[in-house]
């Protein structure tokens, strides 16, 4: 059986472009999209039968975007503007989108143009992708100060600020009061913990 490789897809493509060719019946073309359905065909077969976890939001965008039989810009307007709506959402490029649906670049950039769609900027998916990461550190229950450390920061106060300023969550915290209790046990020193209600309470230090 046939194994399809990125490495081959690029090497059929060599310095040509099959995103922006306008030649009618273009051979290398022909190939390339050839190819590229048989690439992404395997590739879902291959995450039906043993790859694990989830997909990713891009990941499964890319995949509805591949089921789609492209013919022309306004069919894709008409009747696919979800697909396209969520794909943008999720970080999808013009030349990642156009892949899918095997077709140009300036035919992807049309239709979004009509649907007054934009691709995000790097900076823009790099900021979503901090704030989803400070989301899930709150959730996993870590506290300001837990945050600022894990990411290898300092300005704790900084980042309290930011939570607020983007309306992010914030960590519910209580501040609590611990009284240690030193004591002999044969030759060394040795500590317990009691609350104020007089209840043993364990301290230990994670990844210090």
């Known amino acids: 059986m046939m194994k399809y490789t990125t490495k081959e897809l690029t090497r059929i493509q060599g310095t040509h472009d099959p995103y922006n060719c306008e030649i009618i019946n273009c051979d290398v073309c022909a190939r390339f999209w050839s190819y590229a359905r048989g690439l992404r065909q395997q590739s879902s077969e291959e995450g039906q039968t043993g790859r694990k976890g989830k997909l990713t939001e891009k990941q499964q965008a890319l995949k509805v975007l591949s089921k ?4 022309n810009v306004s069919d894709l307007i008409n009747k696919y503007s ?7 959402k999720v970080g999808c490029s013009i030349r990642e989108i156009a892949f899918e649906l095997d077709c ?15 691709p995000k900027t790097k900076a823009q998916l790099k900021l979503e992708k901090y704030r989803k990461q400070l989301k899930a550190m709150v959730q996993a229950g870590y506290s300001i100060k837990g945050i600022t450390k894990a990411l290898g920061k300092k300005d704790y106060e900084g980042l ?23 004591y002999t046990s044969g030759n060394y020193y040795k500590r317990r913990y009691f609350d104020m209600e007089g209840n043993e309470v364990e301290l230990r230090r994670i990844n210090a």
Do not use: C, H
């Open 68 to 71: 789609i039989k492209f013919t």
């Open 82 to 88: 979800i697909a396209l709506r969520t794909a943008i």
């Open 104 to 118: 140009r670049d300036s035919q992807i950039a049309k239709a979004l143009d009509s649907l007054k769609l934009k």
């Open 160 to 182: 309290a600020f930011y939570l607020r300023k983007y309306d992010l969550p914030i960590p519910k915290t209580n501040k609590l009061t611990i009284e240690e209790v030193i």
